[in-house]
């Protein structure tokens, strides 16, 4: 009989607990294949004197899928599309449905001049500004501040 010192470093390279461990810390894309995965398209937004500037990525939809709304101070950007795709054959019918939704808020800023908010989607991509209120940009100019 041999004597193994015990490594707890060791016991992540046993196959039991990896298992769990690609579970429960892995996507459900994994598992179940892309058609199950949620999409939730990525957002960058940069801020500038001027407003917000927000792109979605989202490649494969048109403007016409997209859903943006307003209510008080949430910026609710969303979308729904299904596709269907069939095959007929004189043995088989196979038909396929495929449902894509996401949807996407924000709470602007008091700052935020809401009439002006305009959209843009090209080349995959969802290009929203969110202008600043015009007094707010005027206050952004740097000042000299008197000691009294």
Do not use: C
């Amino acid at each position: 009989m041999n004597l193994i010192k015990f490594d707890p470093a060791a016991r992540k390279n046993l196959w039991f607990p990896s298992v769990f461990d690609d579970f429960f810390n892995g996507n459900i894309s994994d598992f179940m294949g892309n058609d199950f995965a949620t999409n939730m398209p990525s957002v960058n937004v940069a801020e500038d004197a001027q407003g917000y500037h927000m792109e979605l990525a989202a490649p494969g939809l048109t403007k016409d899928d997209f859903r943006i709304s307003l209510d008080k101070d949430r910026l609710t950007i969303s979308s729904e599309k299904e596709s269907k795709r069939e095959t007929a054959d004189a043995k088989f019918t196979r038909r396929e449905f495929n449902y894509t939704t996401f949807s996407r808020s924000f709470i602007l800023p008091k700052t935020v001049d809401k009439d002006r908010i305009s959209a843009k989607y090209e080349n995959g991509i969802l290009k929203l500004l969110v202008p600043k209120k015009a007094e707010v940009v005027k206050d952004e100019k740097s000042r000299v501040i008197e000691i009294s």
